[in-house]
């Protein structure tokens, strides 16, 4: 298999600057973040266009000689289920690109002020939910063992990044942020009138 260099850059580029522009870390903990998010990239489009780390080990295990990663892309899914799986990781994906983008919006457009309205009103962190859900579809489209690792660490260091975060808040806003920790869930969007958290 041979490394398509220019696919592997331009998709790293890509994520690099939506990770970078969008997110916007500021502290040692959001770099911390931010590059685990970037290591779960990079190894994951490694694999995708050239490295076939996953490739090899599932070849040893199963004894058959597997050509290309496209075999271990949705592997044992039968084929009218694959559209479906598809569809599911193309809601992920643009669903997080979008919940980070409006996160985003919203955050910028306060001038430090509290948000609690548009995307906020649903969900305390839609930015790194929106992470989360990209991550996972890129995982279920193309499954390696390094990210199968890698995600459930991602996904830890962004919930402690966001209890970190809650902590500077309530130091900030006191009770108003206080009140809408009890209306509106962390990171699972709040139903009207429901709080699951």
């Known amino acids: 298999m041979d490394l398509n260099l220019p ?4 998709w790293i580029l890509i994520f690099s600057i939506f990770t970078v522009g969008f997110l916007s870390p500021r502290k ?3 770099w911390y973040s931010a590059g685990l998010l970037e290591g779960f990239l990079i190894s994951l489009f490694f694999e995708m266009f050239g490295v076939p780390l996953t490739v090899y080990v599932i070849s040893a295990v199963l004894g058959s000689n597997l050509s290309s ?28 690109i979008l919940l980070v983008m409006l996160g985003w919006k919203y955050v910028h457009r306060s001038r430090g ?10 969900v305390r962190h839609p930015q790194y939910l929106g992470i989360l859900m990209v991550t996972l579809g890129l995982f279920i489209w193309w499954p390696t063992i390094v990210t199968a ?7 830890f260091m962004y919930f402690r990044l966001a209890k970190r975060e ?11 942020y206080e009140e809408y920790c009890g209306r509106v869930n962390m990171l699972l969007p709040t139903r009207k009138g429901r709080h699951l958290q």
């Not at 990663?69 to 994906?93: A, D, F, K, M």
């Open 7 to 10: 696919a592997l850059l331009i």
């Open 28 to 30: 040692k903990g959001d």
């Open 69 to 96: 990663g496209s075999e271990i892309t949705l592997l044992g899914v039968p084929h009218p289920l694959r559209l479906v799986l598809l569809g599911v990781v193309l809601l992920l994906i643009v669903g997080g």
């Open 113 to 122: 002020q509290l948000v609690t309205d548009g995307i906020y009103a649903h």
């Open 149 to 155: 690792v890698m995600f459930p660490i991602l996904a």
């Open 166 to 176: 809650e902590k500077d808040m309530k130091k900030r806003f006191g009770r108003a």
